[in-house]
């Protein structure tokens, strides 16, 4: 196109040239050629002032008497910048250089040179018109053989079909379609062949080919490029003693690996060296796959089929791929024999608490204010001699006093009725007295109660009244509780999912929330057969009575209690539960 440009407008050369590294100009295309002489090149140097300016401003410029290099005084000549768009963006310029007789002949050949951008893009439009023609007959061709392909509901005949078509319309000698069978390819169909004999030098080639191409999971090309990475010493071997020949071997791929190979042969005047109908045999391997595949896996016995179906799993299983998952697969495989076939100990857990098996109140005798506490918690106590605090008595003795006085009035007044022989005023007097006989000695009772004595040997267990001396209490209210620390019991709350298996005799092991350490063991009284509710729980009281007694044991202490409820399987231990509240959850 330069030339041509050239000739018409009598340019003596042209450039078209684009911004490359460090400020210098790139070389796209040049006339004369690059084997000009330097001092024909050697203005494209001097002509950044105009490349420059057509690059910034997008517009035709025209720099005239371009200076001759060497420092002679004669110009070389006129230089006409044309810029080059894609779209709005100027991405090269042609540069012309011209004779001064050129510039003195008007603006016809001016005009001419500024056509160049359209001829370059009329010549783009053409090639990309070109490529979208031969895109559409090589698609034509594609979905010509995949109808062709289509028409057979058997794979032999599918196979056929494909080897057929593409020998016929790619002008092969020979088109062979192999089939990954256990570790090696087998050749299933071959094109203008009906029978293939697989003992054949030929055959058994043409496989070892089709094996070095799915073992690469590559396209291989013979004669093969000089930057080709691919071995294809196979390939070779069938070219260069059944040949010669141009051999092309393409994979066919499923879910993401090789599971046939396509072979094309052809004579060695006709390689397989252009990328697009290369690109063409591709696409129709890609898109005949899935229908030959499906074809072949349907067309198998029912034997076959379930292997075939069996295979996957078990090479996904047994395979490489995905090592820790299989490991974590296996080892819980055997965790799961482990637990189904062993026994262990099965324990069910609840809550406990230490209680005193003998253990008294003394509550207050009367209403009254407390005078004296004489005992802390924790104090050992005697029954009968340990006093443990006093009441407030001043009342009472005052009380007693004036019954005193009313009984001794009572009594003189029988005795002045005796003597004046009034009988009944006498007895009604003595009656009088004896009332009042039994309220002091009522009052009596009270004031020796007053002195709160231990009723058994042991230890006071409640909370300290020390702070409370002077203080009112009510009849009945419990001032002091006494328990004997070294025979303690234990109450367990047994949840109702568990208490089935809650039986008397049955031992098991304490361990207190502050002595978590140590190990308290028990043994089963008594299974309270009525439930109650104790934190939003429904649980039963189950008595258990200690074995090993410890020093700091004390009656209020709490824990966690775990029962030996006998041997069970450990897959059941373990899941029990979860089924349990399925089988709720589900009513099954």
């Known amino acids: 196109m330069l030339a041509t440009q050239c000739r018409n407008a009598r340019a003596d050369a042209a450039v078209v040239v684009r911004p490359g590294q460090k400020n210098r100009l790139e070389i796209l295309a040049a006339y004369p050629g690059p084997v000009a002489s330097k001092p024909a090149l050697d203005w494209v140097a001097r002509a950044h002032e105009p490349f420059h300016r057509v690059m910034a401003d997008g517009k035709s410029v025209l720099v005239p008497e371009m200076p001759a290099p060497g420092g002679s005084t004669e110009p070389l000549g006129t230089v006409l910048g044309v810029p080059i768009r894609n779209e709005a963006t100027v991405r090269a310029v042609a540069l012309f250089l011209l004779r001064a ?51 057979s509901h058997r794979f032999l005949s599918a196979a056929m079909a494909l080897c057929n078509e593409m020998a016929t319309r790619l002008d092969c000698s020979r088109v062979s379609l192999g089939f990954l069978n256990g570790r090696c390819v087998k050749v299933q169909a071959m094109s203008h062949t009906d029978t293939v004999n697989r003992e054949m030098k030929r055959v058994q080639a043409i496989e ?16 093969a490029s000089d930057t080709a990475a691919v071995v294809c010493r196979a390939t070779a071997g069938l070219a260069g003693e059944h040949g010669p020949a141009g051999v092309l071997s393409l994979p066919i791929r499923e ?12 004579t060695p005047e006709r390689p397989f060296d252009r990328p697009e109908e290369i690109e063409a045999v591709r696409l129709i391997c890609d898109l005949c796959a899935p229908r030959l595949l499906d074809l072949r896996q ?101 009380k007693r006093a004036a019954l005193k006085a009313e009984q001794l009035g009572y009594r003189k007044q029988m005795t ?43 230890r006071i267990i409640s909370e300290d009244l020390k702070q409370q001396i002077g203080a ?40 207190s929330e502050g002595h978590p350490g140590q190990r ?69």
């Open 101 to 151: 007789s050129t510039t003195h002949e008007g603006s016809a050949p001016l005009t001419l040179l500024e056509t160049t951008p359209l001829l370059l893009e009329h010549y783009e439009l053409r090639l990309a018109f070109d490529h979208g023609q031969a895109a559409m007959k090589r698609l034509g061709q594609v979905l010509d053989v995949l109808t062709v392909v289509n028409r």
């Open 208 to 223: 070892a080919a089709m094996e070095e191409c799915l073992d690469q999971d590559v396209e291989v090309i013979y004669p």
């Open 255 to 266: 879910d993401g690996g090789a599971a046939a190979v396509m072979t094309l042969e052809r």
């Open 298 to 398: 349907n067309d198998r016995w029912f034997g076959a089929r379930v292997a075939s179906w069996a295979r996957q799993p078990m090479e996904s299983l047994i395979g490489h791929e995905h090592t820790w998952i299989k490991v974590a697969a296996i080892l819980f495989f055997f965790l799961m024999v482990f637990l189904a076939t062993t026994r262990g100990d099965y324990r069910l857990d609840a809550a406990f608490v230490l209680e005193a098996r003998n253990q008294q109140a003394v509550v207050a005798p009367f209403d009254a204010f407390t005078k004296s506490v004489l005992v802390a918690p924790g104090d050992r106590v005697e029954a009968g001699q340990t006093i443990l605090g006093t009441l407030e008595t001043t009342e009472l003795r005052l």
């Open 416 to 458: 002045a009725s005796m003597r004046d022989r009034k009988t009944a005023d006498a007895q009604i007097a003595g009656a009088q007295s004896d009332k009042l006989a039994a309220e002091i000695r009522l009052v009596d009772s009270k004031i020796e109660q007053a002195t709160l004595v231990a009723p058994i040997t042991g």
């Open 472 to 511: 009112p209490v009510e009849t009945g209210e419990i001032l002091f509780e006494i328990a004997r620390i070294d025979a303690l019991r234990a109450t367990l709350f047994v949840p109702e999912t568990s208490v089935a298996g809650v039986t008397a005799g049955q031992a098991g092991e304490l361990a």
């Open 520 to 588: 308290i063991r028990f043994v089963i009284e008594q299974v309270n057969p009525i439930a109650e509710i104790v934190d939003h729980q429904n649980v039963f009281r189950v008595h258990a009575r200690i074995v090993n007694h410890l020093e700091w044991m004390r009656p209020g202490m709490k824990g966690r209690a775990r029962i030996s409820a006998g041997q069970r399987s450990r897959l059941w231990i373990v899941s029990h539960r979860v089924v349990d509240w399925l089988r709720m959850a589900l009513w099954i």
